[in-house]
């Protein structure tokens, strides 16, 4: 719908300091993005400022009773469509897993009566009449790009039956080796390397119009640093999706439209970006890949650039990509391919559920640290801290009691503050590696849909060849492209096995031991405020 014209409803006030566009109740603005989010709209007003706005607030009008901008109040980037990556009015808008504010009940119905709109009784007529764009459930779950469901049901059928021919170069290749029997492998192709995400710190354009923050980033193979914004890793991880069909792509940190450029929330996105990095240069394929590698070495703008076109043109992606996987020529065995598949299947449904779960405990527990266990160590501080008091007017020449009171109040205002600073060290850390791993999980079930796709496609064909209507070398090559998607589940389903086991060992080994340094400071406090007791 972007170029529609909508009318205000009523006045919504943009946070200072976000993306969010003001507006007033009767003024006409012009849709430049309807799909920026679950109930949020992106366009620009008749004085030429552009930003985002709840689409609750705002109706679709007839082009009769449109008024235009008049084209000297218009920005050159609004007369002109221009590039994503390199539009100056492109900014890192972010309303992923944030709902728009709905009006209340109250102000719905003073609204309607001012604008002649029938009372329906219930928001969700309100939303059908005012939005430019449907109501959707926000959900926190990760999601797949609608490309990938596209790409996979037109692409599927023409490589099974080798009726698309696409050129592979040697860069692009990847192989797979078995080991053990039937265990799959992605061959290592190098030698590993980290890449760390550093120094986050807000920058502007357009003479201060729009802010947003800046990475730097550094591979250990080159320790170049190179500059990145939230909506480069947006690009970055879109295009992984569309190319690896067959590797569950790490998630970004969740959007967020307000609070951005708060520094507690500046460092705990700089460290999600960071984990995802971290399983990004981990993995043996998605390290190799060339949208990767031109993401965190290009410095050049122009480079840049060309890299990022060519990316967007790369028709090696989606289905085609099994083109270049190489695996052993011999057959699996089906029937064991199948039972192994099944099984990881059937294990990560039941792993899904769990994670989950344990995320919320997760974010639950630091929510506790910081407000219910700090307020409540508080409380127990100032109890102390008033009996001192208390028995300080009482001059009696016993000041070592009334001294050691104090110092027991002050230990268990300390100790609160203690709790309200520990999640960054231990839950939250911990709550990041399992975003990730949700992420992963969730994508899992897409990945395995595709081999049973195949497995299906060869079991059609081999009643075809039965029945004489297929030749059997078709069915001979269709069986090993169907072995080339199993083993590239099984080896994706091996890497994900040998993550589990070493980093999420070394994530569980790192919150226990910020757990036990975490209660030996609290131990430590109350034996300070004991020994003040023996003066």
């Known amino acids: ?15 200072p300091g976000t993306a969010e566009l003001s507006i007033v109740a009767g003024e006409v603005l012009t849709v430049m993005r309807d799909n920026v989010g679950d109930g949020w709209c992106e366009g620009f007003n008749q004085k030429g400022q552009s930003g985002l706005f709840p689409a609750a607030y705002v109706q679709a009008i007839e082009t009769s009773d449109t008024v235009t901008p008049a084209a000297g109040n218009m920005t050159t980037s609004q007369q002109s469509t221009g590039d994503y990556w390199d539009d100056d009015w492109d900014d890192d808008s972010e309303v992923g897993q944030t709902q728009a504010y709905v009006p209340s009940a109250q102000s719905e119905h003073v609204l309607r009566t001012q604008t002649s709109i029938p009372d329906y009784g219930d928001t969700a007529s309100m939303h059908t009449i005012h939005s430019v764009i449907p109501e959707r459930p926000v959900s926190n779950l990760p999601k797949k790009n609608n490309k990938f469901s596209t790409l996979i049901k037109s692409g599927e059928d023409s490589f099974l039956m080798g009726t698309k021919i696409v050129n592979v170069p040697d860069s692009e290749k990847i192989i797979i080796e078995e080991i053990d029997g039937n265990r ?42 190179v500059s990145r914004r939230y909506k480069h890793f947006d690009w970055l991880h879109e295009r ?48 190799r890949s060339r949208v990767w590698e031109h993401f965190i070495t290009c410095t050049d703008e122009k480079r840049w650039k060309a890299g990022k076109r060519q990316a967007e043109k790369d028709e090696l992606l989606g289905v085609n990509y099994f083109n270049a996987i190489q695996c052993p020529e011999s057959l699996a065995d089906s029937i064991k391919v199948e039972i192994q598949i099944d099984a990881f ?6 792993l899904d559920p769990v994670v989950k779960n344990f995320m919320a405990v997760a974010v ?6 910081q407000v219910l266990y700090k307020r409540e160590f508080q409380k127990i501080s100032q109890s102390f801290t008033l009996l001192g008091q208390v028995f300080e007017s009482d001059d009696c020449g016993r000041d070592t009691l009334t001294q050691a009171l104090k110092i027991t109040g002050k230990a268990y205002n300390d100790i609160g503050r203690l709790y309200e600073e520990q999640p960054k060290f231990d839950w939250e850390p911990l709550s990041d590696k399992f975003h990730i791993y949700r992420g992963i999980i969730s994508s899992f079930p897409d990945i395995i849909s595709i081999h049973k796709s ?12 039965s029945e004489h209507k297929m030749d059997p070398q078709q069915l001979r090559e269709l069986s090993h492209r169907t072995d080339v998607i199993a083993r590239a589940v099984m080896a994706e389903e091996t890497h994900f096995q040998s ?25 430590n406090k109350l034996l300070e405020a004991l020994g003040a007791y023996d003066g």
């Open 1 to 15: 719908m972007e170029g529609q014209q909508v009318r205000a409803l009523y006045d919504f006030t943009g946070e």
């Open 184 to 225: 799959c492998v992605w061959a290592s192709t190098g030698e590993s390397y980290n890449c760390v995400v550093t120094s986050p710190k807000k920058e502007s354009k357009l003479k201060g119009l729009k802010s947003f923050i800046v990475y730097q980033l550094t591979p250990t193979f080159n320790n170049i640093q």
């Open 240 to 287: 992984l999706e569309e190319k690896f069909c067959f590797v569950p792509i790490p998630p970004l940190p969740d959007k967020q439209i307000s609070g951005r450029y708060e520094e507690q929330f500046i460092e705990h996105r700089r460290t999600q970006l960071q984990e995802f990095v971290d399983y990004v240069c981990r993995h043996p394929v998605l390290s």
């Open 345 to 350: 299947a059937k294990f990560i449904n039941g």
């Open 364 to 369: 639950d527990q630091a929510k506790k640290h």
């Open 454 to 465: 195949a497995v299906q496609k060869r079991k059609d064909s081999e009643r075809l060849v």
């Open 499 to 523: 993550e589990r086991e070493v980093h999420m060992k070394q994530a569980m080994k790192n919150h226990l031991t910020e757990q036990i340094a975490f209660y030996q400071k609290i131990v």
